[in-house]
């Protein structure tokens, strides 16, 4: 290149840097003939410095990048590489503080946001404490918890305005709102438990006075608010207790709809209506009998298209079920004999009692006990008596009796009695329908005609498959039940649709796939 050309470029590029044109100077001094010239050495020293004072200056002024670029730049120039290395370190450093920094900050910004929308205002604001002045998102957000506080505060009082007017379904309303707003302001939490009580309280009054329409609602009232679900829980399973009982009572399974008041009276025994509701519904089969006693009950056990039960269950088994609730209790005038014979085809030979009373003893003597057993007893070794549901045995001995041992006792279902070595039996009630029971002779017990087992008859006698039946056949799905009505044994089966009919004693018979024969008892010994 000419010479005077060269100290063109050289002065072209010296004035490059006076004037901040940083980047001109870098290539007219990158051109070969000018870095190898002295004076063009000295420009690109020159001009390193002068890209390190730049990079300091966008140091200072936070703009790292821009930093790391004027130094990238001033190497190029050939400059103090000590100089460079250092100011780079620190860039780095403080670049690497800044980015930790924002980070955070973006994350103080998201935890907060997210407390303000949760409704954690008290939390937002302590996060917010710590922000930084000046910051838009910071001071957005800020902005933002101040509206909600002001908002959740309103509601709250017309929550409280409107709750003290009465107007419990506004108020709820209104608190929920301002809950979800601003979900721990103690003032909105004490004014819920306030709610929460008085709304229970008249709930609870609303059931023991027998209102259940306005229990159901005041209950459901409470449904915005979460903290009431430990209160609702007592109350939400009486009124369901209510409700399954009167559909029960709907459906005619009045047996069902009892055990359910039963369960209702020991949570809430304060409740009269709910002890009437039992006492009622102890009558209804009573006054069913009394009905089917009386001149329909003629029509009623010989058209197969009328029931008894007003149930009106379709159902096989829902039909068995009303039928064993008949009470068809002994007629004073009967003149049916006190004491049957049944043997069940593939079940069983079996002893029925018709009186209340019954005395056990030996089966040796001129005039046996009723239920007769071949051992060493007295000839009234002992006395079976029922006293409306209960029964109680009596003994002029010691006996035992489920493990206890004395003279009279009240049997208990499962109960074992032992009146001697050879003279043993179990106590049951096979069927929480029927007041009959039975007395399951043991293996090593002995009676006349093979009887093991002995039903005391009060009502009806059940028969079929199963331990919930008093006589129990092979047939499986058949049921029968027997029943007394003026004067005469009858037998029906589980449809309702089938008609009773009349048992002849003596003759054998077929119902319902059971084959049975029910006639007079006479002893015969072993």
């Known amino acids: 290149m000419f010479r005077g050309l060269i ?30 010239h002295a004076k063009g050495a000295k420009l690109r020293a020159k001009l390193a410095d002068a890209y390190i004072e730049r990079a300091r200056e966008h140091y200072r002024a936070d703009r790292f990048t821009e930093a790391f670029l004027a130094l990238g730049k001033a190497d190029r120039c050939d400059g103090s590489p000590k100089k460079i290395d250092e100011l780079r370190k620190q860039v780095a450093a403080v670049a690497d503080e800044v980015a930790r920094q924002k980070t955070e900050r973006r994350h103080q910004v998201e935890l907060a946001k997210h407390r303000i929308h949760a409704g ?25 918890l101040e509206s909600r506080e002001k908002r959740g505060a309103e509601l709250l009082v017309q929550a409280r305005k409107r709750f003290a007017d009465g107007q419990i379904g506004s108020a709820i309303d209104r608190l929920a709102r301002s809950r979800k707003i601003n979900a721990h302001d103690e003032s909105a939490i004490q004014l819920e438990r306030d709610i929460v009580a008085s709304v229970i309280k008249n709930a609870r009054s609303a059931f023991i006075d027998g209102r259940l329409s306005q229990m159901q609602h005041d209950l459901e009232l409470l449904e915005p608010l979460m903290s009431a679900a430990t209160a609702k829980r007592d109350l939400n399973e009486c009124l369901k207790l209510a409700q399954h009982a009167s559909k029960a009572i709907g459906a005619g399974d009045f047996d069902e709809a009892r055990r359910l008041a039963k369960r209702l009276v020991t949570l809430a025994p304060q409740a009269k209506w709910v002890k009437r509701a039992i006492d009622l519904l102890a009558r209804v089969d009573d006054n069913l009998l009394q009905l089917g006693s009386g001149p329909l009950g003629d029509f009623l056990l010989k058209s197969p298209e009328i029931v008894v039960s007003p ?35 593939g079940g069983g030979s079996y002893l029925i009692l018709r009186n209340s009373h019954a005395t056990i003893g030996r089966a ?18 002992a006395e079976l008596a029922r006293v409306e549901d209960d029964y109680f045995l009596m003994s002029s001995h010691e006996v035992e009796i489920g493990g206890r041992h004395g003279r009279q006792q009240l049997l208990r279902d499962g109960d074992k009695v032992v009146l001697a070595r050879r003279a043993k039996f179990t106590f049951r009630l096979p069927n929480r329908r ?15 005609n093979d009887v093991r087992n002995v039903i005391l008859m009060k009502d009806t006698v059940m028969m079929g498959p199963g331990r919930s039946n008093h006589a129990i056949c092979q047939s499986p799905g058949a049921r029968l039940i027997l029943f007394e009505r003026g004067g005469t044994l009858w037998v029906r089966g589980i449809s309702r649709n089938e008609p009773a009919t009349p048992i002849e004693l003596g003759v054998p018979q077929e119902t319902a796939g059971i084959s049975f024969v029910v006639q007079p008892w006479t002893t015969r010994t072993i």
Do not use: C, W, Y
């Open 7 to 36: 100290h063109a470029r050289l002065k072209a590029a010296d004035q490059a840097i006076a004037s901040g044109r940083f980047d001109d100077a870098l290539r007219i001094t990158s051109e070969p003939e000018i870095a190898a």
């Open 120 to 144: 954690s205002l008290a939390a937002g604001r302590r996060i917010l404490e710590d922000a930084p002045e000046g910051e838009e998102e910071f001071d957005h957000l800020k902005r933002e």
């Open 311 to 345: 149930a009106r269950k379709t159902d096989d088994a829902r039909r068995m079920d009303m039928t064993q609730t008949m009470d068809v209790s002994p007629v004073a005038n009967s003149t049916m004999i006190d004491r049957l014979h049944l043997l069940v085809d």
């Open 364 to 381: 040796v003597s001129n005039d046996p006990a009723h239920i007769a057993i071949f051992a060493d007893l007295g000839e009234r070794h």
């Open 434 to 448: 029927s007041g009959s029971a039975l007395l399951d002779i043991s293996d090593t017990t002995k009676m006349p």
